[in-house]
Each structure stands twice: as C-alpha cells, then as structure tokens.
C-alpha cells in the first residue's frame, strides 16, 4: 500500500503540536493545583516561580553534559544560546540565535512563543510568565558557569508579555 507522504507529513505535525502543547498544559495545569492547595495563605506567583526554577534546574543539568570550549568561547556562548532556543524550540516557539556585536555576545530572539498564551488561558499575569522565563534563562545560564568556571549573564531587551512584538535576549560575557 503506497503511503501519501502529504498525509503522514500533516499527522506527524499535528502529533507534535499536541505534544508541545500537552507539555505546557500540564505546566499551568500544575501550577492551578499547587495554588487550589495552599489556599488563601499561598502566593500564586511565588508558587508558579517555584515551578519554573525546577524547570530550570532540570534543563541546566541536560545543558552540562553538551557544553564545550572546543571552538573557544565564542562558540560556547553560541552553544549555550542554541541550547535555550532548542528547548524552547521544543514547545513550539520560534527561535533564532545570532551572533551580537561582539564575539562573546549572542542574540536570542522568540518572533512567537505559545507560553504567553496558555498563561492568559490559565490566568496567570504576564508578569509572572516573563519573571518565569527570566528565571529559567538565569538559571541556566549560572548552572553554566559554575560547571565552566565562565561569567555570562542574560538580559531581556523585549518580551512578548510585556507586548513588545518579540522577545529578545542578549547572552554575553
């Protein structure tokens, strides 16, 4: 029987969609649970920043085991910056890396990210969806530099919560 690559092609998609969204669900579904159960008396983004930075802390540590000084730092600040964006890239959004103005700074930027829309689904403020991101991208970064013995930081320039359009991050030594 002949198989209709078309057809395949557009189940695999929509397969991988579903998957990427089911991983963002089960985020804020999560979070709404860890709010319900500390009632009144529980801070809800304090709470959702506390799911984020075990995000982050779990990412960090699938980041160690890919960085390299091989192509000098250069080329470490470009693999920590493909690191972020292939995570990212895996829920859906869409994500470049670019060299900056110098060679130890590269520029992140999501054109579209699904976060901000599941948080508005599940009521959360954007303000805890960008201090959220920022946590991860913080994270990461200084679980990097205590395994390399490196200073980068990670700064936000724009954000998609902040409705700027897009959100860039400026990775640099």
């Not at 920043?49 to 085991?65: I, R, T, V």
Request: charged share 25%; hydrophobic share 45%; proline share 4%.
């Amino acid at each position: 029987m002949p198989v209709d690559a078309e057809k395949e092609i557009t189940r695999l998609w929509r397969a991988l969609h579903g998957a990427q969204d089911t991983a963002i669900k089960n985020f804020y579904q999560w979070r709404k649970v860890a709010v319900e159960l500390a009632g009144k008396s529980g801070n809800a983004m304090e709470i959702g920043l506390k799911g984020w930075e075990a995000m982050a802390q779990d990412l960090g540590k699938s980041y160690l085991p890919r960085l390299s000084f091989k192509k000098g730092e250069p080329g470490f600040i470009q693999i920590v910056g493909g690191l972020i964006a292939g995570t990212w890239q895996s829920y859906g959004a869409v994500v470049d890396v670019k060299l900056g103005r110098s060679p130890t700074e590269a520029i992140i930027t999501w054109s579209r990210c699904p976060w901000p829309a599941f948080a508005k689904e599940f009521n959360v403020a954007m303000k805890e969806d960008l201090a959220g991101c920022n946590l991860v991208m913080a994270t990461v970064v200084n679980m990097a530099n205590a395994f390399m013995g490196t200073d980068l930081k990670v700064e936000t320039m724009k954000a998609i919560p902040r409705s700027e359009g897009a959100c860039v991050r400026r990775l640099y030594k």
